[in-house]
């Protein structure tokens, strides 16, 4: 089993539309918690770090759950500009960052 | 946020020559930097953890002797291609952590490598 996995997509949604990604891991251990953005041929960007709390970025929520192991990306009301690629990124400190192969979404007119 | 910066964003060699890649970090220092790869339509492959002062911890299937990794400062740290062949043609981006900021990582602009 992957230490971190991903629904690879496509999510072809229109625009406007809410969409939400998920993402488990597998090391109990783990300790941090991101969602990177990456658009094509250019570097993963940090969108946001997940709290167990669940944390808000305007269209953006984070949330985290711990007891089953999955943190989950929700954005509301879909713009083309976040047609994008979404890598969910699990750290354990001081050790080694795994990355989830990441969940294509393409925002339809 | 922390920037990184990567040099060079683009190279284009002859099959059996060498290039140095350079990634620093401006503002924090990084007492680990990462090494990745990817190929087009695939996903970030990590290749290499990189600790300054030490060797680097290479994943497996990555070989060491071709990809060399130096990491002498906690602001830069160099990935050299030994010998390059077509086949290592790909988009290289190095990224660094920043322990003060929950361990976010920062990453360079990425270099596109293609062998001739």
């Known amino acids: 089993r992957k230490e971190v996995e991903q629904d690879p997509g496509p999510f072809n949604v229109p625009e406007g539309a809410t969409v939400a990604f998920n993402c488990t891991y597998s090391?109990?251990?783990?300790?941090?918690f991101f969602w990177y953005r990456q658009d094509c041929r250019k570097e993963p960007k940090l969108l946001m770090s997940v709290y167990s709390s669940g944390n808000e970025d305007g269209r953006f929520t984070a949330q985290l759950n711990r007891a089953s192991q999955y943190i989950s990306l929700l954005i509301r009301d879909s713009k083309l500009s976040d047609s994008a690629t979404y890598l969910c990124?699990?750290?354990?400190?001081?050790?080694?960052?795994?990355f989830g192969t990441g969940t294509k979404l393409q925002v339809i007119p | 946020g922390a920037v990184v910066s990567q040099h060079p964003s683009r190279v284009i060699c002859k099959s059996g020559t060498s290039v140095k890649i350079e990634c620093r970090s401006l503002d924090f220092q990084a007492t680990t930097m990462f090494w990745y790869r990817q190929f087009p339509k695939q996903s970030l492959m990590l290749m290499a953890t990189?600790?300054?002062?030490?060797?680097?911890?290479?994943e497996q299937g990555v070989e060491k002797d071709k990809f060399l990794i130096n990491h002498a400062s906690l602001t830069l740290s160099t990935l050299t291609v030994t010998s390059a062949h077509p086949e290592d043609s790909s988009f290289y981006i190095c990224s660094a952590r920043e322990a003060s900021t929950n361990e976010k990582l920062f990453f360079g602009s990425g270099t596109q490598l293609s062998v001739l």
């Open positions: 090391n109990s251990a783990s300790q941090s």
């Open positions: 990189s600790n300054e002062g030490s060797k680097a911890t290479y």
């Open positions: 990124v699990v750290n354990r400190q001081n050790q080694k960052v795994t």
